[in-house]
């Protein structure tokens, strides 16, 4: 009876440990697939992260680029604007040229006013000169076909587009008297203009006062 009652007891024990071992593996399996779903999200997670930050630096990346472009089409443009313009050819209108005053034109854009041809030395003015020709003369000045037609027409054939020009003088030195009066010039430019007729003559008129002038070339 009692080694019924034993053998009893220990089928009991090994079923228990039986059960007790499927539950424990239940457990760890359990927890192991937990452990790997949660670091799947953490891969997934990281993955996330990963791509995120791929899509930032493609973004920067982008951005670096487009502003690189900007900065080259700005260059270009500024490269564009900072190349000078051609110079407008005036070297028909060089030289010294005489009516009630004496007026010089110079090939290096500087110019003189003098009181009179014969005494370069006081009474005068000289500066800078920026020179348009032709139809760009006539717009800077506003002076309109009709009036350009009409100067052609009274020049007999003389006078073309090309002989009209805009000389717009700003003096920067003055001597009046045998002294230096520059410090009293207010760096305000005029506009004169010039219509060469012919190899030696020209009309000139100074658009801020009005004062006329028939000039001849002496040199």
Not at 118 to 136: A, H, K, M, P, Q
Not at 158 to 167: K, L, N, P, Q, T
Request: aromatic fraction near 10%; charged fraction near 25%; include cysteine.
């Amino acid at each position: 009876m009692k080694n019924k009652n034993n053998s009893a007891v220990v089928v009991i024990l090994v079923a228990a440990l039986a059960v007790i071992a499927v539950i424990g593996w239940a457990i760890v399996l359990k927890m192991i697939g937990a452990n790997n779903q949660s670091k799947s999200r953490v891969d997934e997670d990281t993955t996330t992260v990963q791509v995120g930050t791929d899509n930032t630096q493609e973004n920067d990346e982008e951005e670096k680029s487009s502003e690189a472009t900007s900065e080259e089409n700005s260059e270009d443009s500024k490269s564009s604007e900072d190349e000078p313009e051609s110079d407008t050819d005036y070297s028909d209108i060089i030289g010294g040229w005489e009516s009630e005053a004496y007026y010089e034109f110079r090939e290096d854009g500087t110019y003189g006013w003098y009181k009179s041809s014969e005494d370069l030395s006081d009474n005068y003015y000289s500066g800078t000169i920026t020179v348009l020709r032709g139809y760009e003369a006539c717009d800077h000045l506003d002076i309109t076909l009709d009036r350009v037609l009409t100067v052609f027409n009274n020049s007999n054939g003389e006078v073309g587009i090309d002989d009209i020009y805009c000389i717009t003088c700003t003096p920067t030195y003055l001597v009046s008297g045998g002294v230096d009066k520059s410090d009293t010039l207010n760096g305000v430019s005029y506009d004169l203009l010039f219509v060469v007729v012919g190899d030696k003559y020209a009309q000139g008129l100074n658009v801020g006062n009005g004062d006329s002038y028939y000039f001849t070339k002496i040199k």
